[in-house]
């Protein structure tokens, strides 16, 4: 069994458990390949106890227009049938399941993702290319020693590469790039076709991608270099078992795998020690985009960890566990950035989850995610005053959707835009469309609370809470509050009238009941 230490200044080290182990899942749905990591928590040590992976080359899989193949879904499904049977009845917090790539790219993957989830109980995560790249350093980071100074650490993906420049467990400069081995390999490795021209070409085009993004990590020079995952690990077997290098990666050992790989002409004569035949007919996109990485970073040697992606969400699960929620922080950093006024998003907070609390079971909102997406969209509700005060509400929905957001989903990230972008004005049915349907119900009854949220908090005053109760039935929402209460507030009555009329273009039937 491996064993991953979580030490007392590791960040993301979560508090002792009361109740024993506690088992973790994480899923990593690859442009190349899909992984399942299980392990144990047992007093501070991460013990794997299950681990599968299944090379499914999704990536290649993509037509012209970015729609899957029904030969790469079906190898994906029958994948994820497998894994589904070992986390099915895990609890939903204990798993956490991402799609990278290929999944960020996919046109109409809907039905897709809805198979997905079924098969293996959770839902599918799609994660930004930024987002990506926190949980590779994350995951690389718990497995090595910490060094004093910085270090930069490459991903190369099925269908993106990832670079990240940090110190400790922190990364401080991230990239995503739209360079990856299985996608490189088809557009320059036609047919399994090889030579040194196809490879001087394929360099080229990963040279032109790293072109614009290596002046911020080059300057000043890193203490380590690090790769990651699949495409760098077989690089690093095969170079060792030629005798091409001994310590870590070199250039010089890749200029002649290179040309030991063209001299082969085809694919299948590679004859490579250590080389799965899986590996095989994407291994030469692979060398092409690391030789360049190598080229452009100024790395004379690069040594490999055992850490990735799948074990940084190892990590980010344990912190949401935790008291270290990496969304948390995001949240609190955005809120500076655009100058909140965080006693007003205070108030609106604590009113919005006082409203979601007693309602919660009855309109289907139970589970931990909800509260605190409708706690957080409270918080950032009026991110877009820093933009104009005129249509501010869209403005913050902007900036949540496009935003880069450590920690968050892009789903996350759309709940958050629509939370924002429908809590004051309008409030038609269209205004929830871009999330999956199995969300819209959900997201429009949040965006309710919020709405009651704002308009009784007016006045922007730390007086004593409003004495509105609300009640639910389906689409029917009843919002009581004292006769002479109403009678002392009119702005907060006729705002309360109005958003009748506002409610009703969403199909949802709200009353004002004052009683006393």
Not at 75 to 86: D, H, I, K, Q, Y
Not at 282 to 304: H, K, S, T, Y
Request: proline letters at 4%.
């Amino acid at each position: 069994m491996n064993r991953l230490q979580l030490s007392a200044d590791n960040p993301a080290s979560p508090p002792e458990p009361d109740a024993g182990p506690r088992v973790l899942a994480a899923v990593d749905l690859g442009s190349n390949s899909f992984h399942m990591l299980v392990a144990r928590l047992t007093h501070g040590q991460l013990t794997i106890i299950d681990r599968l992976r299944e090379m499914v080359r999704l990536a290649a899989g993509l037509d012209a227009d970015n729609r899957l193949d029904d030969a790469s879904r079906a190898r994906a499904l029958a994948c994820l049938s497998r894994f589904g049977e070992r986390i099915r009845d895990m609890q939903a917090g204990q798993v956490r399941v991402v799609g990278t790539n290929t999944l960020r790219k996919a046109r109409g993957a809907d039905r897709f993702l809805e198979e997905a989830e079924t098969l293996l109980g959770h839902p599918v995560e799609i994660i930004s290319g930024i987002e990506e790249a926190r949980l590779i350093y994350l995951g690389v980071s718990h497995s090595l020693p910490l060094i004093a100074g910085e270090q930069i650490c490459v991903d190369i993906g099925g269908g993106s590469t990832e670079i990240i420049r940090g110190k400790g467990y922190e990364p401080k400069r991230m990239e995503s790039l739209y360079l990856g081995c299985v996608s490189l390999s088809t557009q320059y490795f036609p047919e399994g076709k090889l030579s040194a021209r196809k490879f001087d070409k394929a360099r080229l085009a990963a040279r032109l991608e790293l072109e614009p993004v290596k002046a911020r990590f080059v300057d000043p020079p890193a203490s380590r270099f690090i790769g990651a995952s699949g495409t760098i690990r077989a690089a690093a077997t095969v170079g060792q078992q030629l005798g091409l290098w001994s310590e870590g990666i070199t250039r010089a050992g890749l200029e002649q795998l290179i040309a030991r790989m063209a001299d082969a002409g085809r694919v299948e004569r590679l004859e490579l020690p250590g080389l799965s035949e899986q590996r095989r007919p994407v291994f030469p996109g692979g060398i092409a985009i690391l030789i360049e990485v190598l080229d452009a970073l100024n790395i004379d040697c690069m040594q490999v960890a055992d850490g990735a992606l799948r074990e940084g969400i190892l990590y980010d699960l344990l912190g949401r566990l935790g008291d270290e929620d990496a969304r948390v922080r995001t949240v609190r950093a955005m809120e500076a950035r655009f100058h909140v006024d965080t006693a007003q998003a205070t108030r609106v907070e604590a009113t919005a989850l006082r409203l979601f609390d007693p309602i919660a079971e009855d309109w289907k909102l139970t589970g931990d995610e909800n509260r605190l997406a409708l706690g957080w969209a409270a918080r950032l509700h009026e991110i877009g005053l820093d933009i104009a005060h005129s249509q501010y509400h869209r403005h913050g929905a902007y900036l949540l959707e496009n935003a880069d957001m450590p920690g968050f989903t892009r789903e996350e990230q759309r709940v958050l835009a629509r939370l924002v972008g429908t809590h004051r004005r309008g409030f038609s049915r269209s205004a929830f469309d871009g999330l999956p349907r199995r969300r819209v119900r959900t997201v429009q009854r949040m965006a309710v609370l919020l709405r009651l949220a704002v308009l009784l908090h007016r006045s922007r005053t730390d007086t004593e809470p409003a004495p509105v109760r609300v009640h639910v039935e389906g689409k029917r929402i009843v919002v009581s509050a004292p006769a002479g209460w109403l009678a002392a507030n009119p702005l907060t009555r006729a705002g309360l009238e109005a958003e009748r009329d506002y409610l009703a273009e969403a199909g949802l039937d709200m009353q004002l009941e004052p009683f006393g």
